[in-house]
């Protein structure tokens, strides 16, 4: 009998082990999983570098590059200081106010801090496109900073801390007996992450005035402003397609349990979904006239995939596949009509179109989670409970609305009345990247072909193969004249009886 004891004290200690190892396996599966998906996350930030740097002209190339470098950093001390605290820090309904600086906050906890970094700097990225090629430098690290450090994580806070007002929710009883418990619903950020962007782009870009040339003088029709490099703009496309898998997918916060594996794969799956229906609409759309241009458009097709995904957001986690491509294709269409509005109506200046993205699409994706969710969409239940989650994704969109554009427009207007807001007439005339930067992009110097002489430029190869091809043909010194002479000067060849009488002046080179 005491063996048997024994023996069943063992399997019970056995047993004890198994359940703390269990424990501590799941939160490191959790724990690697928000690192994995949060470093995928991150590199967003090259795809907002290179599709802003392509959508600008060359002279403003760094300038933009560098916005989108710091942005990273300036969100990763401002997020370490304050954000989080202010975020997920116990405190009340409208904002944390512990874990400063990560005081009292667990190692284990890190991860947690990692993943909502990498989201705070998504939302101050989108910014910097609107007010691409002429925000003054110092202008940018204000609001920088200010996004991430209190404007983002005061709406996380609200949507997405146990004890945020927006959470939370309200208790409704109807019919004196039944008990409906109903809050806002915002899975991957539709209305955190992006309404707030597009909200703060809207604004900036709003209170800096567009660039010069943007809109005749005369008529206010607005004029094409091209950018140097569909390819970038290309390239950066498709990393951010890329990092919004991990982005909405990761945003279940877990593996380790049951269900999370089905509910990540669901998630991406949508993603795809919606971003795809989003890329035709406006592929289609783009070819009609009055609000498109009858071209079959490569970047408002990307813009539309981007709409899409950034739509799908609130409810990727609990729709069905067609809700995706329903999601999607009218995120497409709010791209699509909000274009035009900001352009057309509103007459401001937003180069990459970050306000359409991501304000139009974070919208709608906030308001389509009451309609298209299987747990209480109105299109599944029609009840009083799913009308009551509309009421709350309202509240939620004008919650958002109001804490960003009040906030962002104080600030915008703070440092357009102190004269911080945008680069001087000169600069963004000749371009920010040389007397901002001393880093020009494309260095005229750097295109030599170094076989000859170190530095070799195109100017001096030209010089010399057409010296070269002189002597050969005419047999005498080319012509060195100190001063340009006009292109009139120069003597055509109709105009002259043999090839002895060309003068070749390789100033105008």
């Known amino acids: 009998m005491a063996s048997v004891n024994e023996s069943l004290m063992a399997l019970k200690t056995e047993v004890e082990v198994l359940k703390e190892w269990q424990s501590y396996t799941n939160d490191n599966m959790d724990q690697f999983f928000l690192i994995t998906m949060g470093t995928i996350i991150y590199l967003m930030q090259g795809g907002f570098a290179l599709l802003e740097a392509g959508s600008v002209r060359s002279k403003n190339t760094t300038n933009i590059l560098i916005k989108n470098l710091l942005d990273s950093f300036i969100s990763g001390v401002c997020y370490w200081l304050f954000g989080y605290a ?83 929710g309200f208790t409704y009883t109807v019919d004196n007996e039944t008990t409906i418990d109903v809050s806002y619903n915002d899975f991957a950020g539709s209305g955190v992450v992006h309404m707030l962007g597009g909200i703060a782009a809207f604004t900036a870009a709003l209170i800096m005035g567009p660039r010069i040339g943007r809109f005749d003088k005369d008529t206010g029709a607005p004029e094409d402003i091209k950018g140097h490099s569909v390819p970038l703009s290309a390239l950066g496309g498709f ?46 759309m783009n070819r009609l006239p009055f609000i498109g241009d009858k071209k079959w458009s490569f970047l408002t097709t990307l813009n539309g995939a981007l709409t899409g995904m950034v739509s799908v957001c609130g409810a990727a986690n609990q729709i069905e596949t067609y809700g995706a491509l329903c999601i999607g294709a009218i995120g497409g269409c709010a791209y699509m009509i909000t274009t035009w509005v900001v352009l057309f109506k509103f007459k401001v200046d937003d180069p990459l179109d970050a306000t359409a993205v991501h304000f139009g699409g974070g919208t709608w994706g906030v308001i389509a989670v009451a309609f298209f969710s299987t747990d209480f969409g109105i299109l599944y239940h029609w009840d009083t409970r799913s009308g009551l989650y509309l009421a709350w994704q309202l509240v939620g969109v004008l919650a958002i609305v109001a804490w960003g554009g009040i906030l962002c427009v104080l600030m915008f207007f703070i440092l357009k009345k102190l004269n911080l807001l945008r680069v001087s007439f000169e600069y963004e005339m000749k371009g920010l990247d040389i007397p901002k930067h001393g880093e020009p992009a494309y260095p005229v110097e750097a295109y030599g072909h170094g076989w000859e002489e170190k530095g070799d430029t195109l100017r001096s190869m030209i010089k010399k193969s057409t010296t070269t091809f002189h002597n050969t043909m005419i047999g005498l010194p080319m012509t060195m004249d100190a001063k340009p002479k006009r292109a009139g000067d120069i003597k055509s060849m109709e105009s002259n009886s043999s090839l002895s009488s060309i003068k070749t002046d390789t100033t105008l080179l």
């Open 239 to 284: 990393i951010l397609l890329f990092g919004f898998f991990a982005f909405n997918g990761s945003s279940q916060g877990a593996i380790s349990n049951e269900g999370d594996g089905a509910a990540v794969a669901t998630a991406v799956k949508n993603t795809v979904i919606s971003g795809s229906s989003g890329a035709l609409v406006t592929l289609i």
């Open 86 to 168: 202010f975020a997920f820090g116990g405190g009340n309904a409208f904002i944390g106010t512990e874990n400063f600086a990560h005081s009292n906050l667990e190692d284990t906890e890190y991860a947690y801090w990692f993943f909502h970094f990498v989201f705070a700097a998504t939302a101050a990225t989108i910014v910097s496109g609107a007010v691409a090629e002429r925000c003054d430098f110092v202008a940018y690290l204000v609001y920088s900073s200010l996004i991430t450090g209190f404007i983002y994580p005061v709406l996380t806070h609200w949507a997405w801390s146990s004890e945020g007002w927006l959470l939370k």
